[in-house]
């Protein structure tokens, strides 16, 4: 959920509440005020007939009704003191309906009779009153809520806009690209700060980043060269005559580690020179064409293992690819293949115009699905770099392309989703 | 056949003088880019084994300085740099090979040679090794003038030794010189040797003496003795 919206719900519960609770007490108060107020006004009207009633001499135990609701009603003998309030209905005749009405009620002795006097107020204009002043509450409510939401979305988008261009610089941002991220500047001192350190973490990350990857190229090329002079004492020594046979082992177990040193710097150099845009020169290349001349060339070490291979190459297949980077996508994918393939195994060569698929039979993986394609990872072949599919991996994305491993039906299978590429007589 | 070794690093230099002196040939060294121009100039050569790194500049200068003489020196490239560029722009230039660090004493020793044979004889010259004679650019061998024909790995093979007689070669080097990039694959030293007893076998079966000796865990030689 976003921030924005995070906030607006929170505004509008809370408004919400304090609107209802606030409106209710008022509500009951003004309600309250004017019942009170209806209640005064009878007991004065009764003050006043009381009063009136007093200078009345001519009553004489008539039955009078005054104005529309005031009623004098002789009774024949005095029965209580009590003073009752009631709220009652009425009919009225102008409205045709009943409506609701307060009615006093006490008796009064005059002249040494008993009345029974009944004054009724209206009731209807407080219960209107009462429905005004709930409406109207809750137009000021809703007024309120929407103001209140749509103010805070431009008030927050407005505020908010510099953190969300930074987070889209950040999203943007490509270690492999490295460069400067400028952020803008905004009026909020909390943003300018976030900035400047993301800015200076940007700029560190991209620094390290290009540090690791010189480093990486210059100590590869920089070892190549004492690797160079230890092989070469290595074979002198081996050329000699005069050593014994343990020292002989010794020195090809070394000689051994010195091979392994020596591709693993191959294998990083590769590495380093794909990131750093060294082969940058693409060609329309005919993939199958290619394939099948590399499978050609490793067909020695294909039938020592007696691999049925089984290719099946749409020939119009070209894709837009750098050649060097191709061929060596090929070997490490069809030499992987093979290596890891069994006795009488076979391998699966498909290329069609979205994929190119190559499947080889062998025993279940070691490592997962992503750590195949990690630097050094090598399952439980001791003898391998480790650095092949990283390779792959790498030429891959350089390419701007997908691969898929995936173990099924005792096939090791890797997809190559084919970007740019034309289908077309080659 | 004279070689003109232009190294920087002493001990890689050392090394190689030792085994190109070992395998018959006469060898100069330079250590600096002037030093190379300056032998150039005065000496001929048959090849110049040229490192491209120098102290005091670009090592393609001296493949420059060479041309404006014509002459018919052969020249391979030793290179840190394992790439395409290096070797494109190298071989441009007028090199005839290119080999990377870390590289194998007996593939240097079989780089020379070949580009020696390709400048002064275009290839057409002989190898004769007592009773077998090979012509590198055609795959086949005369044992005892008898025309024996190779497979292109034989072929390859019997040159590699024919370049490194009476050398240890390791395994690990004839795998790398037969099959380059492809040499880790599992099984390579299985088929040294039954390319090894292949050819061991149309050697002897013709009527030459088994002139390729196994060295128990080590690799292969070719020797008379």
């Known amino acids: 959920m976003k921030l924005l919206n995070l906030t607006n719900r929170y505004y509008i519960a809370i408004a919400l509440v304090l609107l209802m609770v606030s409106s209710a007490f008022l509500a009951y108060r003004v309600l309250y005020l004017v019942d009170n107020e209806v209640s005064e006004n009878i007991l004065y009207e009764k003050m006043e007939i009381e009063k009136q009633l007093s200078h009345q001499k001519n009553i004489q135990g008539k039955h009078i009704i005054f104005g529309d609701r005031i009623e004098v009603e002789p009774l024949e003998k005095f029965t209580t003191f009590r003073v009752r309030m009631i709220d009652t209905t009425f009919y009225d005749i102008n409205l045709k309906m009943r409506v609701p009405y307060r009615q006093l009620t006490y008796e009064q002795l005059l002249d040494g009779k008993s009345y029974r006097i009944k004054i009724a107020q209206r009731l209807t204009e407080t219960e209107r009153l009462a429905e005004g002043v709930l409406a109207t509450l809750l137009l000021v409510a809703l007024d309120i809520i929407a103001c209140f939401y749509f103010l805070n979305r431009w008030f927050s988008s407005k505020i908010w806009n510099p953190f969300y261009r930074a987070l889209n610089i950040l999203k943007t941002f490509d270690l492999q690209k490295g460069g400067a991220t400028t952020f803008q500047r905004s009026k909020v001192d909390e943003f300018n700060a976030l900035n400047a350190e993301l800015s200076k973490l940007t700029d560190k990350v991209s620094r390290d980043y290009r540090n690791l990857r010189e480093f990486t190229e210059n100590m590869s090329h920089e070892t190549q060269t004492p690797l160079a002079i230890i092989r070469s004492k290595l074979e002198l020594l081996l050329q000699g005559s005069n050593l014994t046979e343990t020292q002989v082992q010794q020195v090809l177990s070394t000689l051994d580690s010195v091979n392994r040193l020596s591709k693993m710097n191959k294998g990083l150099i590769m590495l380093t020179r794909i990131e750093n845009e060294q082969y940058a020169g693409m060609q329309m290349l005919p993939m199958g064409k290619m394939l099948r001349k590399q499978v050609d060339d490793l067909e020695m070490f294909i039938s020592s293992k007696n691999i049925q291979v089984h290719i099946d190459i749409d020939e119009n297949v070209l894709v837009r690819m750098n050649q060097h980077l191709a061929e060596i996508l090929i070997t490490n994918l069809l030499s992987n293949a093979i290596k890891y393939n069994r006795e009488n195994g076979d391998l699966f060569v498909r290329l069609s115009a979205d994929t190119l698929e190559i499947a080889n039979s062998g025993i279940p993986p070691v490592l997962s699905n992503d750590e195949i394609f990690d630097r050094f990872k090598k399952g439980d072949s001791p003898d391998s770099i480790g650095l092949g599919l990283a390779i792959v991996r790498k030429i891959i994305d350089h390419w701007g392309s997908r691969i898929k491993y995936e173990y099924k039906a005792d096939l090791h299978t890797f997809t190559i989703t084919l970007p740019n590429r034309v289908v077309g007589k080659v | ?225």
């Not at chain 2, 070797?87 to 194998?104: E, H, M, S, W």
């Not at chain 2, 380059?180 to 040797?193: L, N, R, T």
Request: hydrophobic share 40%; proline share 2%; net charge negative.
């Open chain 2, 1 to 225: 056949m004279k070689i003109l070794i232009v190294e920087d690093e002493k001990q890689l230099l050392d090394s190689m003088m030792t085994f190109l002196k070992e395998s018959g040939m006469h060898c100069e060294k330079a250590t600096t880019l002037a030093e190379a121009i300056e032998k150039i100039d005065l000496y001929t050569y048959d090849a110049v084994v040229l490192d491209i790194g120098l102290p005091d500049g670009s090592g393609l200068k001296v493949i420059n300085e060479m041309q404006t003489k014509q002459n018919q020196t052969g020249i391979v490239i030793v290179s840190a740099k394992n790439s395409l560029d290096d070797r494109l722009v190298g071989l441009n230039f007028g090199a005839d090979d290119y080999i990377t660090k870390p590289f194998y004493m007996p593939e240097l020793v079989a780089r020379i040679k070949s580009v020696v044979r390709r400048r002064s004889f275009q290839g057409k010259n002989e190898i004769v090794f007592n009773e077998v004679r090979v012509i590198p650019d055609e795959m086949m061998m005369y044992v005892k003038d008898k025309l024996v024909s190779l497979t292109k790995k034989e072929h390859e093979l019997l040159l590699y030794f024919l370049s490194n007689q009476n050398k240890v070669l390791t395994k690990e080097s004839i795998a790398e010189h037969l099959w380059g990039d492809h040499a880790d694959m599992a099984d390579s030293f299985d088929f040294i040797y039954s390319h090894i007893k292949n050819l061991r076998k149309k050697m002897t079966d013709n009527g030459a003496n088994d002139y390729l000796k196994s060295i128990y865990g080590v690799g292969y030689k070719l020797s008379s003795e």
